[in-house]
């Protein structure tokens, strides 16, 4: 059994066939899903998705890429939607200082503090809802860090998803206390990198996810990306732990379990 612990099925690459798209998920012994909100809109379909599939669960959150576009009211909204039954997350939130429109250009300063201030009152309302909270970052390490050292506390469960930054950075998070979800671009040819840090982040403290429609395996590379093609991540990290996929099945799930209160 496998736990997509992000994916985004509500997003119009899957307009056409998301029920079977479930379903092949299913079939591949992913057992259950995390749809990740990515905006308002976003976090509503989530938990539409949430109520209509038992095995879905919702995360509820705006990216950063659109932090300049938050204010108080879209916070209350997701506060809002963070009280329905099968929301498990506040995510995706975090810092991206690249430009969304050109990844070659840094956002300016004052959109770089302005996600700051957004992450900082999403980390506050995780906390009063009691709710693990799922970071999004790129190119913001150090900034991102200095918050998490500010502004979580005992009540805050935490994971870097998508990780792909430095081992001293993925070191500092473990120390911290939080979780590293690693998506199938480890599996790419010239991923060497990804795959040193998946040797050296303990198991424990290990998700699998795959971020569709994005970052689609090495052996589908090119295509969409979808919850099904877990397997192929599931059996590289085992390669790389030298580990069987059953016992690399049964720890990362029991892990995502416990973190999202998935029973």
Partial sequence: ???DTHC????????EDREEVI???EQAGVKYLVNVGADIRGSEESIKLAKQYENIFAAVGIHPHYAEQVASQEIQHIEALADSRKVVAIGEIGLDYFD???PE?????????KQQDVLIKFIDLAARKKLPIIFHCRNAADDLLAIISENINIENSAVVHCF???????RKCLNKGLYASFTANITYKKADKLR???AYAPLDRIFLETDAPYLAPQEKRGTRNEPAYITFLANEIARIKQISQEELAQVTTDNA???FKIS
Avoid at 164 to 170: I, P
């Fill in 1 to 3: 059994m496998l736990i």
């Fill in 8 to 15: 985004h099925l509500d997003f119009k690459q899957f307009d």
């Fill in 23 to 25: 379903k092949r998920a």
């Fill in 100 to 102: 969304h429109n050109n």
């Fill in 105 to 113: 250009v840094l956002i300016e300063k004052v959109l770089q503090s």
């Fill in 164 to 170: 792909a930054q430095s081992k001293e950075f993925l």
């Fill in 196 to 198: 040193e840090l998946i």
């Fill in 257 to 259: 379990k416990f973190f």
